[in-house]
Structure formats: structure tokens, C-alpha cells
């Protein structure tokens, strides 16, 4: 089973960037749909943001315009750039895939946002 270590997560001020990254195990060409999930403290995980193996994409609601979600399936990776960041966004965020089974799940990567 393919697992996912996330990195890229760091404290930024409203209105910043980051680019986090995740790196598979193994192959990914695979794996149909993988997605960008976080949780917020005292929150359930959410799903953020989807990738197909064709390129097609779809993200939750408040993220849409801010946040672009990228795959390479040579490289085995899967990549979340955030812009415009705000408050809400702090949460850890994780990768793994992002339909049926999930794989187990990583540490996450933790952002934050704030002034």
C-alpha cells in the first residue's frame, strides 16, 4: 500500500503563500484520484482538493481560486500551492488518496495563519 509523507507547512501572515508537497512511497500512475485533505483543531478532516489522473480537479468551496492542486506521476508527487491564505486555512494538511480506500496517514504538514 502506498503511503505519504507531507512537507511544506509553515507559519505565514493573511494574504501569504505556501507550496506544500507530498511524496508517495511508491507509484502513484495508479492511484485515479489523490487529494489534499486538512484538519483544523477541534475539527474533523476535510477534503480541500482533488487531482484525476487525466488532470481534472475540483476543490471545496472556500479554497476555489486560492489553492491549485498539482500531480507528477513520474516523480511520485502531489502538490497543494495556496495563495491568499487566511485565517481558516490553519489546519494540518495531508495527502492520500481521494476516492475509497485511503491509505494510512501520514504526520500531515501544519500551517499557519496568522498576523
Known amino acids: 500500500q502506498v503511503t505519504f509523507v507531507e512537507s511544506g507547512g509553515d507559519l505565514v501572515q493573511p494574504g501569504g503563500s505556501l507550496r506544500l508537497s507530498c511524496v508517495a512511497s511508491g507509484p502513484i500512475f495508479r492511484i485515479t484520484v489523490l487529494g489534499w485533505f486538512r484538519q483544523a483543531p477541534g475539527k474533523e478532516r476535510e477534503l480541500v482538493a482533488t487531482?484525476?489522473?487525466?488532470?481534472?480537479?475540483n476543490y471545496e468551496e472556500s479554497v476555489k481560486g486560492r489553492f491549485t492542486i498539482s500531480r507528477d506521476n513520474a516523480k511520485n508527487t502531489v502538490n497543494l500551492h495556496m495563495a491568499n491564505l487566511k485565517p481558516d486555512d490553519t489546519a494540518t494538511y495531508y495527502c492520500n488518496i481521494g476516492m475509497g480506500l485511503r491509505s494510512a496517514w501520514g504526520q500531515g504538514t501544519r500551517v499557519t495563519v496568522s498576523s
Open positions: 487531482i484525476a489522473n487525466g488532470g481534472s480537479t
